[in-house]
């Protein structure tokens, strides 16, 4: 049985229960930001037979050290293979990928993601990332893991702009647009974490995090929220879950205020990511990666 | 019969000669003002740009053919050098939200920027295509989604053999692409390590093509490792030595990312004000890519180098 961590964060317990929807021996594309972190937690705790595909040209790394971004020198680590974007995205495309991790600013109920901004398209309020890779993702991975934040007032009944096809309006849309991947399969929050039902498509609350009440989670939701009878409450972090995060992020640039800690000050990064070099070349090994 | 033979057709190869220039030389003999330009990713051509920026008396107007820029982008945009960006993505990744292209698609500062949005697979397709000279390509990225709606160049059609539904993107084929890569030979003969996202495509696909490598190596150099070559020399028209030209960002098992740098880059993006004091110290405040680096630091800059070879170093497994 695994230990669970006593003392962690709330960004510590979303990564932790991303990383434990990534099943061991799986392909799965990695799409930028937090899920990078969950997907290495993944792959140095109880999956090191994952192997994630990174946007911008690898497949199979396990980084040692934070990851930064999907176009990142640390991608190259120890991967299996290097080289092209066309050769991850055709991949994807054409269905290897058994699952894609992206995050997003606004969702409604069947998943749909806006991260291209908020506001009447063109004329936007305020301009976001884009699609970047999630849109590719979210066509054409075999299902989609997303993470994300639940402030109260990005659970929408009508996305602003729909960057990144969930279940579109409902069963079937998917097909009928032409979509090769699966859809959402699970939305992982500050607050809980959902799925999707098969026959209507539609969010319903799973688990929900300690401490957080149900009223707050509806009330924090345009729609009317399913909720499984089998609520259940998250599973909290492993104590070697926490060890991995804190390891290659003591700074807490992903899960805290580490970026503004960071900004100009070298010598802390530096440490930062030189430090994490021998317990994850430890833990590496006694993964047997 | 006049007995006159057809005379020679030329392909468009550019041809096996002496391709190294400066940054300044380069961006003055194939930038100008106008252009349409593609940028890759990875590596960014950070040396490249700043040249650019450098010359932006000459060079007023640019259009932007990117997949995703991290920052890169935002040096030109905030320089008021850009009327159009064809995207995916132009956003901080690690360091989060860019100020600079908010500023600019929401308020129109320093002047207004038009945004034209796909996804990244969608942008690497547009590549694709020119690379071979097409003119569209299908993709089943994008379908369902507000990408399309709001974005005209994609056409869905049935697909002629199956009657399912498919996007069609329009090619992109930039006046000159930019890119940074490990290494090439003086006839352009371009190699890269590790992950180059769509370097390869960006040179296909533009007329034009400046390649900043971090050495400059023999032909003799490139024929050990053919396999490695991502850019034959018939697509290259510049070979610009820049060793850590794409600071802040990495070059793969050359240095990593300066995040300290980027984000603290970023806090300064926040504001007009501080973009242009951070493009006033850093940009025009080095006369070239040399000069930006002992700013920087050559000692900072060596320690990126060995800080990534702690982990990785090419050809050995760590």
């Keep these: 049985?695994?230990?669970?961590?006593?003392?962690?964060?709330?960004?510590?317990?979303?990564?932790?229960?991303?990383?434990?929807?990534?099943?061991?021996?799986?392909?799965?594309?990695?799409?930028?930001g937090m899920p990078l972190m969950a997907a290495t937690i993944a792959k140095f705790t109880h999956a090191p037979n994952f192997n994630m595909m990174v946007e911008y040209g690898a497949v199979g790394p396990s980084p040692?050290?934070?990851p930064m971004c999907v176009d990142c020198a640390v991608n190259n680590e120890r991967a299996y293979y290097t080289?092209?974007?066309?050769?991850?995205?055709?991949?994807?495309q054409n269905g290897y990928v058994d699952a894609g991790c992206i995050s997003g600013a606004q969702i409604d109920k069947y998943g749909n993601l806006n991260s291209t901004g908020i506001g009447e398209y063109p004329n936007l309020r305020v301009r976001l990332a884009g699609s970047g890779g999630a849109n590719d993702i979210a066509s054409s991975a075999s299902r989609t893991i997303i993470m994300m934040r639940q402030d109260g007032r990005n659970f929408v009944n009508k996305l602003d702009y729909i960057t990144s096809p969930g279940?579109?309006?409902?069963?079937?849309?998917?097909?009928k647009a032409g979509l090769v991947g699966g859809g959402p399969h699970v939305v992982v929050t500050t607050m809980g974490v959902y799925r999707f039902d098969n026959e209507t498509r539609e969010m319903y609350l799973e688990k929900?995090?300690?401490?957080?009440?149900?009223?707050?989670?509806?009330?924090?939701i345009q729609w009317d929220l399913a909720v499984s009878p089998n609520l259940i409450e998250t599973e909290p972090p492993t104590v070697e879950q926490v060890m991995v995060m804190r390891t290659l992020d003591p700074l807490k640039v992903y899960l805290g205020n580490g970026r503004e800690v960071l900004a100009g000050d070298f010598e802390a990064f530096m440490k930062m990511f030189e430090d994490s070099y021998w317990p994850m070349t430890e833990l590496m090994k006694s993964k047997g990666m | 019969m006049k007995f006159e033979p057809i005379p020679i057709r030329k392909g468009k190869a550019k041809p096996p000669a002496y391709k190294i220039m400066t940054a300044k030389e380069a961006i003055t003999q194939f930038i100008?003002?106008?252009?349409?330009?593609?940028m890759s990713v990875s590596a960014a051509p950070a040396a490249l740009i700043w040249e650019i920026v450098r010359q932006r008396d000459r060079i007023k107007n640019l259009s932007l053919s990117i997949t995703s820029q991290i920052g890169m982008s935002s040096a030109l945009i905030g320089s008021d050098l850009v009327n159009k960006v064809e995207m995916a993505y132009n956003w901080g990744g690690i360091e989060g939200e860019d100020k600079v292209f908010r500023r600019a698609v929401e308020k129109g500062i320093p002047r207004p920027l038009e945004v034209e949005d796909y996804s990244n697979y969608g942008c690497a397709m547009r590549w694709e295509a020119a690379s071979m000279g097409l003119d569209f390509m299908p993709v089943k990225s994008q379908l369902g989604s507000d990408i399309i709606k709001y974005n005209p160049r994609i056409k869905v059609i049935d697909d002629p053999y199956t009657g399912k539904p498919v996007a069609l993107v329009p090619a992109s084929s930039p006046d000159v692409g930019i890119m940074h890569c490990a290494r090439a030979d003086e006839i352009g003969n371009v190699q890269c390590y590790g992950l180059y996202g769509n370097t390869d495509l960006l040179a296909r696909a533009s007329k034009k093509v400046i390649v900043s490598v971090e050495e400059i190596v023999t032909t003799a150099e490139i024929r050990r490792m053919p396999n490695l070559t991502v850019i034959p020399y018939y697509y290259v028209d510049a070979v610009v030595h820049a060793p850590?030209?794409?600071?802040?960002?990495?070059?793969?098992?050359?240095?990593?990312?300066?995040?300290?740098?980027?984000?603290?880059a970023y806090r300064q993006f926040a504001t007009k004000e501080g973009f242009d004091a951070w493009a006033d110290k850093y940009i025009h405040g080095t006369k070239d890519w040399d000069e930006y680096c002992k700013l920087v630091g050559y000692d900072r800059l060596?320690?990126?180098?060995?800080?990534?070879s702690k982990y990785q170093k090419f050809g050995e497994v760590r």
């Design chain 1, 1 to 32: 049985m695994a230990e669970y961590a006593k003392d962690y964060s709330l960004p510590e317990l979303m990564a932790a229960s991303v990383a434990r929807e990534i099943n061991d021996g799986e392909l799965c594309f990695i799409g930028v």
């Design chain 1, 64 to 66: 040692r050290r934070l």
């Design chain 1, 83 to 92: 080289g092209s974007q066309r050769e991850v995205m055709g991949a994807q």
């Design chain 1, 167 to 175: 279940h579109l309006d409902g069963p079937g849309a998917r097909e």
């Design chain 1, 208 to 220: 929900i995090h300690p401490g957080v009440k149900l009223e707050d989670i509806k009330r924090s």
């Design chain 2, 32 to 38: 100008h003002d106008g252009c349409y330009l593609g």
């Design chain 2, 244 to 264: 850590f030209g794409a600071h802040w960002r990495e070059s793969n098992y050359y240095y990593h990312h300066d995040l300290a740098y980027g984000l603290d």
């Design chain 2, 302 to 308: 060596n320690r990126l180098r060995l800080s990534e």
